[in-house]
């Protein structure tokens, strides 16, 4: 089974400003990495796949980046809408489908 | 634009079955090669996948699972199912369905909304 590290569990930033959320495979995933939004009470969104490819409609603020086993998701000059909960989720080797723990994005 | 919906009851005894269903509304499950998936979320803990069904009725399943699971699919009520036997309290959580994404690759959206299920006499 393939662990995903997600760091750092809580990241604290000020509207405006920008967010690098990181995470980590335990062996190379190659570009098989997708990055979800979540709000509670929400339905998980999709955000990136491919590691580095927008899924449709969300906005050209959030990027991603990475390949093997380090990954970075990055959100330019925050939203208040963007104040969630991110994972990142591996679909390179599965079963099982492996996701890591998550990054709360939390306003500063 | 396709939606899910879970549904089922929120309150399952211990050693009981866990049923719930996903129904899938402005769009055809059966009309579409993607695949469709159960997850769940632990109160505190992250999203762990529970297995997919193809519409074929083939499944895969998450093997880290203590209590046994079946997907099923039935393309005549537009509807997918989770059921999983022998439940324990460790099997609290927030249900979701969610469809494999369009680009290809094994990522899911859209997802529900989810439901809680609480196992517990």
């Known amino acids: 089974e393939i662990v995903m590290t997600q760091s750092p569990a809580t990241l604290s930033v000020s509207p405006g400003d920008r967010a690098t959320l990181s995470c980590r495979a335990s062996?190379?995933?190659?570009?098989?990495l997708a990055w979800y939004q979540h709000k509670p009470g929400q339905a998980p969104r999709l955000l990136i796949y491919g590691a580095s490819t927008r899924a449709a409609g969300i906005p050209a603020r959030f990027s991603g980046s990475g390949s093997g086993t380090d990954f970075t998701l990055t959100i330019s000059s925050l939203q208040s809408e963007d104040f969630a909960v991110y994972y990142c989720?591996?679909?390179?080797?599965?079963?099982?489908?492996?996701f890591g723990q998550g990054t709360r994005l939390e306003i500063k | 634009q396709l939606q899910l919906q879970e549904s089922g009851p929120g309150l399952v005894k211990p050693s009981e079955t866990l049923s719930l269903t996903c129904t899938v509304s402005a769009g055809s499950i059966s009309s579409t090669s993607n695949y469709w998936g159960w997850f769940r979320q632990p109160p505190g803990k992250g999203l762990e996948w529970i297995g997919n069904?193809?519409?074929?009725?083939?499944?895969f399943y998450n093997p880290s699972l203590k209590s046994p699971v079946t997907i099923s699919v039935d393309t005549s009520k537009n509807q997918f199912s989770l059921k999983l036997n022998s439940v324990t309290a460790a099997d609290t959580a927030v249900y979701y369905c969610?469809?494999?994404?369009?680009?290809?690759?094994?990522?899911?959206?859209?997802w529900g909304q989810g439901t809680l299920v609480t196992v517990s006499s």
């Open positions: 969610a469809r494999q994404a369009h680009y290809g690759g094994s990522m899911f959206d859209p």
């Open positions: 069904i193809y519409n074929s009725g083939s499944t």
């Open positions: 989720q591996q679909y390179d080797n599965w079963p099982p489908i492996t």
């Open positions: 062996q190379s995933v190659s570009s098989n």
